[in-house]
């Protein structure tokens, strides 16, 4: 059975050559991985989705650059939650 997935496709922030997947991402590539319109993860960035806190990120200029390991991290708080109180 053939794969769904083309052979050539280039998954976000990773160069055709086999070198491994780039550390900081730009809007597009981060918006690739997590599967979002730019769009939306530039409301994202903003903080301006109801009940999400805004990714941390670094503008050079105009650009958004975004580290994939702020990302994960980010992904992983969301699935937790909120820390509802604080072992002592």
């Known amino acids: 059975m053939q794969s769904p997935i083309p052979e ?3 998954d976000a922030g990773s160069k055709p050559s086999g070198t491994p997947p780039r550390e900081i991402l730009d809007i597009k590539a981060a918006a690739i991985y ?3 319109s730019r769009s ?3 409301h994202l960035l903003a903080g ?3 009940g999400l806190p805004a990714i941390p990120h ?3 200029g105009r650009r958004a650059l975004i580290r994939r390991a702020v990302i ?3 992904l992983l708080q969301q699935e937790h939650g909120p820390a509802i109180g604080v072992a002592r």
């Open 72 to 74: 994960d991290n980010w």
């Open 58 to 60: 670094v503008r050079a």
């Open 48 to 50: 301006k989705i109801p």
């Open 8 to 10: 050539n496709r280039v």
């Open 40 to 42: 939306h993860l530039s």
């Open 34 to 36: 997590l599967g979002v």
